[in-house]
């Protein structure tokens, strides 16, 4: 039987979701909100799913079984804080950091990077996405191990994920289809993802540090 490294996986559904004008996470495509999608196909791989969320019940009642439900205190204060925020939680060396509004990642591609993990070297801290010159950090992997240089860097008052990463060292993840990073963040995004699947608008895939 086919033995595949283990890992946990971190969602992460607290962002203001400004530019789109709504909760996202909410947000059904094809039926399925965009939150509890994430959850499942994580839930596929991942020894523990925690979903890191301020907002309440609004998200609790989509997220599936056994997920846990991590409450972000108010005021949010970004991806990076959530990140540092349930990272010690997690027992396992690694764990994959996710956003909800993937709505064209796949179980399959999940399954392929995670293959790709016993052979990280081991100085590097995270296993992470570039395109078009930057680091796409909310669907990628991270040692536990980042924790302390995290922390640090977010004590210094540092809270974006580009320059955290970029002062790290960071094996590149190989992605042969860029399009499952697309990321949901407007109403002409949720347009073509709900009626044009196999386009998509010409905005870049590393805005990143808003979620």
């Known amino acids: 039987m086919e033995s595949l490294p283990s890992f946990s996986a971190i969602v992460l559904a607290g962002g203001q979701s400004s530019r789109m004008g709504r909760d996202k ?3 059904p495509v094809r039926g399925v909100p965009l939150l509890r999608r994430i959850c499942t196909l994580a839930a596929e791989r991942a020894t523990t799913v925690y979903v890191v969320t301020g907002h309440g019940d609004a ?3 989509i997220v599936p079984e056994p997920c846990r439900i991590i409450r972000e205190p108010p005021p ?3 991806p ?4 540092s925020l349930v990272l010690p939680l997690v027992e396992t060396e690694w764990v994959l950091l996710l956003a909800c509004d993937l709505p064209l990642l796949t179980a399959d591609s999940v399954r392929e990077w995670s293959e790709i993990l016993p052979d990280v070297p081991e100085e590097a801290i995270a ?3 570039y395109l078009d010159r930057h680091w796409e950090p909310l669907c990628g992997f991270y040692r536990r191990r980042c924790l302390a240089g995290l922390r640090k860097f977010i004590a210094t008052g540092g809270n974006s994920f580009q320059q ?3 002062a790290s060292p960071v ?5 042969a289809n860029p399009r499952v990073l697309f990321n949901c963040n407007t109403p002409a995004d949720l347009e073509v993802i709900i009626h044009a699947p196999d386009k998509r608008p010409d905005e870049k895939h590393h805005e990143r540090d808003k979620n």
């Open 171 to 175: 094996h590149e993840l190989p992605v």
């Open 164 to 166: 955290w990463l970029n």
């Open 25 to 27: 996470a909410l947000l």
């Open 59 to 61: 998200h609790e009642l």
């Open 127 to 129: 296993l992470v996405p």
């Open 80 to 83: 990076l804080f959530a990140f």
């Open 76 to 78: 949010a204060r970004g």
